[in-house]
């Protein structure tokens, strides 16, 4: 299959071609509008969107935030199943015209941590009745700083929020078969002041079953820190505890040549490139239904707008039902 990439300016668009490589596919071209970062790009030749879709048979969209809605249409205009980068939209307003206009049975979204084998296993043991009834969680998904446009309102939409809250809103979701019914929110700029976005917040979530959960999406880890950041989840149910941390199997490496502690994975399980090969087997089967939907693309993202909403007003927020 030959694959086309949409932007390369996303910090994952490099990994994801990597990974479409390594599942023994082809990346034939990319597009890219910003200078600076079509000199960066060395994986592929580099052509103009038209031509690119003429092309390929699948779609990876990987630019900014600004541009995902722009692309992800063209592609599905195009008639080509499309793997679009998180969050679909920068705002409201963009995402309202993603909804009027996309083909949702064509998109599947980039959520890759419901790959990882500690959710699938997760997911299992909840609905086997594990921990009984599940009651509420707590997680975290900080980060380092991305870098670049990610501080930018106008390239990105928002900040830490936008970055990272969709990860595990989405998890929780898919985890349980449930939604998210309302949002509370507190977020600062603290951490990186050249920027005009949030670096650090936590939200609330209530579910339609009850349900709640606190996450904690902060940029808060240094340049020095040994990997990019964490994610984990504990949850609580009526009979028990389930704890779930999919970058626990690692190494810890003191490498003198970086002049720093890393983290160093040891486990062939790699959440990314199972989400890409489920991406490539959409494309290939044309299945009515992606394994990560548009549908739950465009509710973690409304889950994020009731944050932002929830910031400003002070109050917990609805998120929107579609």
Request: glycine fraction near 8%; aromatic fraction near 6%; proline fraction near 5%.
């Amino acid at each position: 299959m030959k694959v086309g990439i949409l932007g390369t300016r996303h910090v994952h668009a490099d990994g994801l071609a990597a990974c479409v490589e390594a599942c023994g596919h082809t990346v034939v071209a990319a597009t890219e509008r910003d200078p600076d970062a079509r000199s960066a790009w060395t994986r592929t030749p580099l052509v103009d969107r038209d031509e690119l879709l003429t092309s390929c048979d699948a779609v990876i969209v990987a630019g900014t935030n600004r541009e995902r809605v722009d692309d992800t249409l063209a592609a599905t205009a195009a008639g080509l199943p499309v793997l679009t980068e998180k969050p679909v939209a920068a705002d409201a307003d963009e995402l309202a015209r993603l909804v009027e206009h996309v083909d949702p049975t064509l998109v599947m979204v980039a959520l890759p941590i419901r790959f990882g084998a500690s959710l699938k296993r997760a997911r299992d043991a909840i609905r086997a009745g594990a921990i009984g009834t599940p009651l509420a969680a707590r997680g975290t998904n900080h980060g380092q700083f991305p870098g670049g446009w990610f501080g930018s309102r106008a390239d990105a939409g928002g900040g830490a929020l936008q970055d990272h809250v969709v990860h595990l809103s989405d998890v929780l979701c898919w985890l349980l078969d449930d939604r998210v019914a309302r949002a509370y929110a507190r977020a600062s700029q603290v951490l990186h002041p050249a920027n005009d976005v949030e670096d650090c917040g936590v939200v609330t979530l209530d579910f339609d079953s009850g349900f709640f959960a606190s996450i904690d999406s902060s940029w808060s880890r240094p340049e020095s820190f040994p990997t990019w950041g964490d994610v984990w989840l504990e949850l609580v149910g009526t009979t028990g505890r389930l704890r779930i941390d999919p970058m626990a199997t690692r190494l810890d490496l003191y490498d003198d040549a970086a002049g720093k502690l890393r983290h160093v994975g040891y486990s062939d399980d790699d959440m990314t490139r199972e989400m890409v090969q489920a991406f490539l087997d959409f494309a290939r089967t044309r299945p009515d239904r992606a394994p990560v939907s548009m549908d739950e693309g465009i509710h973690a993202s409304d889950v994020v707008l009731a944050a932002y909403a929830s910031v400003d007003s002070g109050r917990p927020e609805p998120v929107t039902t579609r």
